[in-house]
Every structure is written in structure tokens, then in C-alpha cells.
T-cell receptor
Framework: KQEVTQIPAALSVPEGENLVLNCSFT??????LQWFRQDPGKGLTSLLL?????REQTSGRLNASLDKSSGRSTLYIAASQPGDSATYLC??????????FGKGTKLSVKP | ETGVTQSPTHLIKTRGQQVTLRCSSQ?????VSWYQQALGQGPQFIFQ???????GRGNFPPRFSGLQFPNYSSELNVNALELDDSALYLC?????????????FGSGTRLTVV
């Protein structure tokens, strides 16, 4: 059974710092992995989608990497801003086409 | 291109009642999935619909049921509501049932059962 873990559960950094969020999964036979952002009480905003054949994807200040063999993905945020404060969720695609989520990392960027 | 829209945004129901939540998929998407997110947890997969048929289901009891319409919009119905059903319900749409091209989520419906 696929399980997704995100560490740390919460992270607080000063504005301008570069940071890394971690995601691990137990079954390396994934189809793709997607990173989302969730603001309090709101829906999910897709940030990056990495297919199983890819090693990384980039969008602006965000870079996500995927290492299937070790069951890990990282989301790198460069030059963090207070507006980046949110919960970041990673999800892998399950066998039914569904997404299996971690519990998320709650990020707080202090001005 | 319109995104995924859900209605209502919030509602309060009494234990034992029934509720219907609605979702309009993103333009061009034929697959709709529903997720339940309890406070402080990641979303949990309820079920998925493709071309009006359920083609995947998570570990939820039969009192959670759904429909997909010819225009690919969808409903989630929950009967005999329990206090633990209080959660954010998220709808997601995709252009393919395999999810190979990723998912787009709506803003969710916050359900409170009292």
C-alpha cells in the first residue's frame, strides 16, 4: 500500500531564505508526482507535475525533483516571500488514477 | 478557460441528514474525482467518475455516492450524516482517467455536521 510522508510538518523561515520541502513515498512504482499549495480553508493549487520519466520540473522560483529509486521528491523554493506562506502537499498517482497525499508541510515566511 | 467550481462553499447539516455537493469540471476535462480532507490531514480519495461511470473508489462506505452528468459535472451525495463527516470536500478534474496529465482542484465545500 502506497504511503506518502512529508517532513517537516511545519517550517518557519525569515523572508529571503531558500528552503527545501521533502516528500517520500513507499512504493517507487509511481506514474507521476504532483506538488500543490493550499491556503487556509481553501482548495488546492497545482504547482508542479513531474512524470515518472522526469527528474525535475521548474516554475519560476520553484523547482521540484524526483528520485524514484529512493522514493523521494523535494520542492525547492528560492528567495522565499511572505506570500509563500501556505501548506504544501505532495501527491503520487495511485493505481486507480487517484492521488495519494501526504499530510503536508505548513510553511510560514516571516517578513 | 474556466477552472473547477464547487457549490456551496459552506454548509451546516444535522447528524442523520443527507447532503448533496456539486462540482463543475474544468473545460475539456472528462474525469472528476472527489476527496475528503479532515482538519490537519491530507485529502483522502472518495471516488472517481469517467464518462458517467464510477471507475475507482477509496475506502468510504456506500452512504457516500455520486453521479456524473453528460456535461461532466458531478455530484457527491452523503446519506445518514455523521459528526466525523465534517470536513472540506474537494473536487478535482482531469483530462484523462489515468491522471497522467495531472489534476485541477476546486476551492472545496466546507461541511459541518452538528
Amino acid at each position: 500500500k502506497q504511503e506518502v510522508t512529508q517532513i517537516p510538518a511545519a517550517l518557519s523561515v525569515p523572508e529571503g531564505e531558500n528552503l527545501v520541502l521533502n516528500c517520500s513515498f513507499t512504493d517507487s512504482a509511481i506514474y507521476n508526482l504532483q506538488w500543490f499549495r493550499q491556503d487556509p480553508g481553501k482548495g488546492l493549487t497545482s504547482l508542479l507535475l513531474i512524470q515518472s520519466s522526469q527528474r525535475e520540473q521548474t516554475s519560476g522560483r520553484l523547482n521540484a525533483s524526483l528520485d524514484k529509486s529512493s522514493g523521494r521528491s523535494t520542492l525547492y523554493i528560492a528567495a522565499s516571500q511572505p506570500g509563500d506562506s501556505a501548506t504544501y502537499l505532495c501527491a503520487v498517482r495511485g493505481s486507480q488514477g487517484n492521488l495519494i497525499f501526504g499530510k503536508g508541510t505548513k510553511l510560514s515566511v516571516k517578513p | 478557460e474556466t477552472g473547477v467550481t464547487q457549490s456551496p462553499t459552506h454548509l451546516i447539516k444535522t447528524r442523520g441528514q443527507q447532503v448533496t455537493l456539486r462540482c463543475s469540471s474544468q473545460s475539456g476535462h472528462n474525469t472528476v474525482s472527489w476527496y475528503q480532507q479532515a482538519l490537519g490531514q491530507g485529502p483522502q480519495f472518495i471516488f472517481q467518475y469517467y464518462r458517467e461511470e464510477e471507475n475507482g473508489r477509496g475506502n468510504f462506505p456506500p452512504r457516500f455516492s455520486g453521479l456524473q452528468f453528460p456535461n461532466y459535472s458531478s455530484e457527491l451525495n452523503v446519506n445518514a450524516l455523521e459528526l466525523d463527516d465534517s470536513a472540506l470536500y474537494l473536487c478535482a478534474s482531469s483530462s484523462h482517467p489515468t491522471g497522467n496529465y495531472g489534476y485541477t482542484f476546486g476551492s472545496g465545500t466546507r461541511l459541518t455536521v452538528v
